[in-house]
Nanobody
Framework: QVQLVESGGGLVQAGGSLRLSCLASGLTFSRSAMGWFRQAPGKEREFVGGINWSGSRTNYGDPVKGRFTISRDNGKNMVNLQMNSLKPEDTAVYYC?????????????????????WGQGTQVTVSS
């Protein structure tokens, strides 16, 4: 059974930083594309960042480009999201996702429908 457990959320002032982590189990992590999404109240879930099997390729949603960095540690089955220069509009529940059916090691998956498993989410609140 695949499990994704996020941690690191919390309350931070605008301009501050947070680092989210996601610990994965029950899958071949080194052969899974990973991603982060977020969902604010009343809004649709949106893509934040994605990373391929080895971590050599990444992609980001436009609102976070230049501020957020996704990384992974295949030895620890962990994917991280470093969030800098946070803004109040970054307030949302952040979800970790895994695409363990991906067959191309170079893929960075950006669409919700491609992901097979999701974490329970962690709340990030940015105060102005």
């Amino acid at each position: 059974q695949v499990q994704l457990v996020e941690s690191g959320g919390g309350l931070v002032q605008a301009g501050g930083s947070l680092r989210l982590s996601c610990l994965a189990s029950g899958l071949t992590f080194s052969r899974s594309a990973m991603g982060w999404f977020r969902q604010a109240p009343g809004k649709e879930r949106e893509f934040v960042g994605g990373i391929n099997w080895s971590g050599s390729r990444t992609n980001y949603g436009d609102p976070v480009k230049g501020r957020f960095t996704i990384s992974r540690d295949n030895g620890k089955n962990m994917v991280n999201l470093q969030m800098n220069s946070l803004k109040p509009e970054d307030t949302a529940v952040y979800y970790c996702a895994a695409d363990f059916r991906a067959t191309n090691p170079l893929w960075v998956v950006t669409t919700i429908s491609e992901y097979d498993s999701w974490g329970q989410g962690t709340q990030v609140t940015v105060s102005s």
